[in-house]
């Protein structure tokens, strides 16, 4: 893996912080990296994990690795995400040649070990992302995750202002209580949800506590990350820059 970036921070920073918040690996990796002598300041080798970086130094990373390999899956509905029943097709399995949009130089072969980083379930459609890349996993769906994510959902039942206050502040699942979400009606049976927490078939579960069924329910965006253009059934790489983004938004403190 190569990196050659400037910071642009006010104050100094240590230099493990820095790489760590810059979604280049974990803090823990960071330290290695630098005693292992693969980071640079200002073409200065460094090995002191406490060094901090001034404003405007460029600090470079080589240590002749790739990163892991990440890839966005716009999922159908049908395809389950996770571990499939007999007769299920899991998401993974989708990810090949046939299926790539746009021009790439790798595929994921038999040997990768892509797992989705969080759920879409089977009767629903959108953004999934799967990764063999821990550190972003982390961002994503660890236990400290800043990251909402936003969904388009169609219901049947009568939409009031005091089942969308339920929906927003005064629910439980499993016995606890679920953080505050974002709720808008976007049409006359319409509600776009946005969340930051991922309980197994929460907006379902979420809608049917107030006499509210879901007849569609699809996801666009993850953290910074949107779906955009990329057709159903088709994926893509991530890019270094979206990952670095949802790593910085998903460990904000």
Known sequence: MSLSKTYDGAEPVRLNKWLAQSGVCSRREAD????????????ETVRDAGRKILPGQTVTLDRGETLP?????????????GQPEPGETPAVRMIRRANVFGPADVYPDQ????APIGRLDKDSHGLLVLSEDGV????????DSELDKA???QVRGQIIEAKLAWLRHGLELDGRKLKPAEIT?????????????????????????VELRVTDLYRDRIGPLQLGDLPEGQWRFMTPD????????GTRR
């Open 69 to 81: 390999m990440t890839v966005i899956y716009n999922k159908p509905i049908g395809i389950v995400s």
């Open 32 to 43: 290695t990296l630098i005693e292992e002598g693969c980071v640079a300041i200002a073409g």
């Open 242 to 249: 979206e990952r670095e983004a949802m790593i910085k938004a």
């Open 136 to 143: 972003l996993a982390k961002a994503v769906i660890g236990p």
């Open 111 to 114: 040997t990768s070990k892509l």
């Open 185 to 209: 009606q976007t049409g006359p049976q319409s509600l776009t949800f946005v969340l930051k927490e991922g309980r197994k078939r929460q907006i379902r579960r979420m809608c049917d506590m």
């Open 151 to 153: 969904y388009h959902v």
